[in-house]
């Protein structure tokens, strides 16, 4: 059995390896250090920036993943290890993976596009990809929405990005169209003036927009009145319920009429 050459087997295996492992375990090291220096200035000028919270954990998320594998990768070119082939392989995967979550990379395209753009924010009452209700989350993916009647729908970002949205809570006021009817035997001039009475007496329509009384159809039963109050966002559907039925009861009170579709038959007497 021949000698082992010691010297031989430091100088061409040992200390060149050992050299290599330090220097990889310095790059993986001190890279993460930078790392988390730089995703902790991206994440201060983001929240500068006012960035959604969302979208800002998010960015800094794929920065880190992004940062890290690079040095990883810096770290295996170190030790010798071929990363061309580990990095087209990396490159094969991400494509697999893309085509497979095609879906979800429209839905999570959608819903950075929202976060940033802000079309509606939390709390707002929108109908949008053929539901209405409270936004309660906006999520990468999703966007969770409660109904009216405590029902919560989450609702994927990319059908609601791809269609209209309409944000009734965008605007701190808003206007209510309504239209009342009265017969043709009845004084309008008596009709308008019950109903500005009963929206002068309604604390909660708006002083300073002022509100629309007027007659916009003879119908073939009626004779039509829009009224068009503008109130508060959050007061809609109070005020919109309390005119319909104060404005029927002042027109009880006062005899005026609320007529409904009718047919006059005329009978002939054959001969």
Known sequence: MADLNIPHLLSTYVIPWAINITLALAIFYFGRLLISLVVKLLRTLLVRSRMDDILTNFIVSIVRSLLL????????????????????????????????????????????????????????????????????????????????DNRVIIVPNGSIYSGSIVNYSARATRRIDMVFSIGYGDDIRKARNIIQAVMDEDVRILKDHAYT??????????????????????????????????????????DISIPFPQMDVHLQKAG
């Not at 392989?89 to 999570?108: E, H, I, K, P």
């Open 69 to 148: 594998l690079l040095v990883i990768v810096a770290a295996l070119d170190r030790l010798g290890v071929d990363t061309t082939s580990l990095i087209a392989l990396l490159g094969a995967a991400g494509l697999a993976v893309g085509l497979a979550l095609q879906g979800s990379l429209q839905n999570f395209a959608a819903g950075v596009m929202m976060i940033i753009f802000r079309p509606f924010k939390a709390g707002d009452f929108i109908e949008a990809a053929g539901n209405s209700g409270v936004v309660e989350a906006i999520n990468i993916f999703s966007t969770t929405m409660r109904t009216g």
């Open 213 to 254: 009384v007027a007659v916009s159809e003879l119908a073939a039963h009626s004779v039509n009145f829009v009224v068009r109050p503008w109130v508060e966002s959050a007061n809609y559907w109070a005020v919109k319920f309390d005119l319909t039925e104060k404005i029927k009861l002042a027109f009880d009170e006062n």
